[in-house]
């Protein structure tokens, strides 16, 4: 069998040259009485050039992704809250490799425009994720119409729900607090759609730590901010007037901890010589606070990863009975206690 040397040798020209010319390169500019000589050589050896292949077409996806819709938990902004938005970070980033994307994000507060409603409902989703508990027709409502809804802290809903562990946290927070010395622990934080502070975990726990610490919870050192940073700021700066402060808070979402850091710093108050505050999550910016927060870190991307794959398995066939999955958390230690 020739090889392409043995056409180059017969016509007296180089392997190059008889490449170009079989390959009808345009760019090489060649005599017609070279490329007759190769193209004899060809004939006369019976060489046959080697077929590339051809590297065949990308196959149309068969299988197209999996459409998500995302309730997202907001008190204000409907991208405002860090906590939030760092768990629907993890659950983009794992759907894109489980062939899934986020394709519909809305608010509760949002579903209550019907024509918003109505679009969600349409959409044609394989699934949802539901970042709070809803109330009991309007969870109905789209069970009916979306086959798989997974959830983030959505309580006693029968879903698959993962979460932090809200009890543990708070126990967590009041005894590093009681461990540094601090009797008098004030707590900051509020209910979660609408239920009230009195029913929220983190709240329960504060009070029962303290009970089981043999301390007294005041009312008036109990914060019921709504989650709003102003209000907050505006509480704590009451408090501050009544002249007795507690020696330490504890703030149940790292910013509202931020929002009383700064009305503490308004009133004069030195943190932590004065008053202590410990906050809750961990959020990007809690290292950057004056002073730095000592804090709960919550996982929040592996929150929002476990919540894509145990969707997505819902959607792929598992029907088991709803899962209830707790990440750990980890005390933080910095600078404001």
């Known amino acids: 069998m020739s090889s392409i040397r043995d056409v180059a040798r017969l016509a007296g020209v180089s392997p190059a040259t ?3 010319i079989l390959n009808n390169d345009q760019t090489y500019k ?3 009485e070279t490329r007759q000589n190769v193209l004899k050589a060809v004939i006369e050896l019976a060489y046959k050039p080697l077929v590339k292949k051809r590297k065949k077409p990308k196959a149309v996806d068969s299988h197209p992704k999996m459409a998500i819709g995302c309730l997202l938990a907001s008190t204000k902004g409907k991208y405002s809250d860090p906590f939030y938005l760092s768990i629907l970070d993890g659950i983009e980033s794992e759907l894109e490799k489980l062939n899934g994307t986020v394709t519909a994000i809305h608010t509760e507060q949002e579903l209550e425009n019907k ?3 109505d679009r969600l409902i349409n959409a044609r989703l394989d699934g949802l994720v ?3 508990p809803l109330s009991e027709p309007l969870f109905k409502l789209l069970k009916s119409y979306i086959p798989h809804i997974v959830g983030t ?4 809903m029968p879903i698959d729900s993962v979460e932090y562990d809200h009890f543990r946290v708070s126990k967590m927070a009041v005894e590093y607090l009681y461990a540094k010395g601090h009797r008098e622990i004030g707590f900051i934080g509020g209910g979660t759609g609408n239920m009230a502070l009195s029913k929220s975990r983190r ?3 504060y009070k029962e730590t303290m009970a089981d610490l043999g301390l007294t919870v005041r009312p008036e050192w109990v914060l019921d901010c709504a989650w709003d940073d102003q209000l907050c700021m505006k509480l704590v700066e009451k408090v501050f007037k009544t002249g007795h402060m507690p020696t330490a808070f504890y703030a149940a ?3 509202m901890a931020m929002a009383a850091l700064r009305a503490l710093f308004n009133c004069g108050i030195r943190v932590p010589e004065e008053v202590a505050m410990m906050g809750m999550s961990n959020i990007e910016m809690s290292p950057y606070a004056n002073p730095p927060l ?4 919550v996982p929040t991307i592996e929150i929002g990863i476990a919540v894509a794959r145990t969707i997505v398995n819902r959607i792929q066939g598992d029907t088991t009975l709803p899962k209830h999955i707790l990440l750990p958390s980890t005390l933080i230690e910095r600078d404001s206690v």
């Open 18 to 20: 008889v490449s170009r």
């Open 30 to 32: 060649t005599t017609p």
């Open 115 to 117: 024509e918003i409603l």
């Open 130 to 132: 539901m970042m709070r």
């Open 153 to 156: 802290d959505t309580g006693h």
């Open 203 to 205: 709240y329960r726990s």
């Open 253 to 255: 979402s790292d910013l």
């Open 294 to 297: 000592t804090t709960i870190d």
